[in-house]
């Protein structure tokens, strides 16, 4: 497999693997431009498909972590027809390589407890390829990493992502440009809450100081009821006004 790296002077002609067509791809391309002097990296592979992965020093990443020195991943996706053939390793080495380059003290990355979630990382495979778990937020959620440097000190998650919790009633969504998605399904939630009469509140987080002392793990996504922190996964229509069923708000 060949690899492209999507640099500000490629962006516009080249299509990024995670983004849907039109104003959605456009939405997260600015975002991508504004992050590339900030050190952001993204590679895809030269076929069509979704199999990338984003990364950028973890002083500007976009998420509630303390973890200066480090790589931090925000997206390793390897998905449909492109799973199974080792892609996710070749773009997992090239960072690792890149990082080490760098002088970096080693490279980071969400994942979860014990399976699989939704947009983050699989532990499992994580594990496997030498990574260790250094902190862990009380919604499951929890940071691993992959040190270089022997005795180096383990990233954390600030403490607002490590209880996540907010003093606002009702539904809360905060989110951010980064994930293509949040621009399609948000606005939809919200309309549908609007009509069912539910109460709602969405928080465009648009820049990394706001959403580096947010109180959540996940700064893409985050949707909130009555303070307590629900899920980090973009939610359809459909699916948020199940979850409003769960918690008597319909």
Excluded at 30 to 52: H, I, P, Q, T
């Amino acid at each position: 497999m060949e690899y492209i790296k999507i640099t500000k002077e490629n962006i516009d002609k080249e299509h990024i693997c995670c983004a849907m067509s039109g104003k959605q791809s456009l939405t997260k391309k600015e975002w991508l431009k504004e992050r590339f002097n900030e050190g952001l990296v993204f590679y895809r592979s030269a076929d069509r498909g979704k199999c990338f992965i984003e990364y950028i020093p973890a002083e500007n990443a976009w998420v509630p972590v303390d973890a200066d020195g480090y790589i931090f991943i925000n997206c390793l996706w390897i998905a449909g027809s492109m799973k199974g053939h080792g892609y996710s390793n070749d773009l997992l080495d090239e960072c690792i390589r890149d990082a080490k380059e760098q002088g970096k003290k080693g490279i980071c990355i969400l994942s979860s407890v014990k399976k699989k979630k939704e947009f983050l990382s699989d532990p499992k495979y994580l594990a496997f390829k030498g990574f260790t778990e250094a902190d862990e937020a009380e919604c499951g959620i929890n940071l691993m990493y992959l040190p270089f440097v022997e005795n180096a000190e383990p990233p954390k998650f600030k403490e607002c992502a490590k209880h996540p919790h907010t003093d606002e009633e009702g539904f809360v969504i905060y989110f951010t440009d980064q994930c293509p998605f949040t621009y399609y399904w948000v606005p939809r939630v919200k309309e549908v809450a609007r009509e069912k009469g539910i109460e709602i509140r969405t928080i465009h987080v648009t820049d990394k100081e706001t959403a580096r002392n947010l109180p959540a793990p996940v700064i893409n996504y985050a949707l909130f009821y009555n303070g307590e922190f629900i899920t980090h996964a973009i939610q359809s229509d459909k699916k948020f006004l199940e979850i409003a069923k769960k918690v008597n708000a319909l």
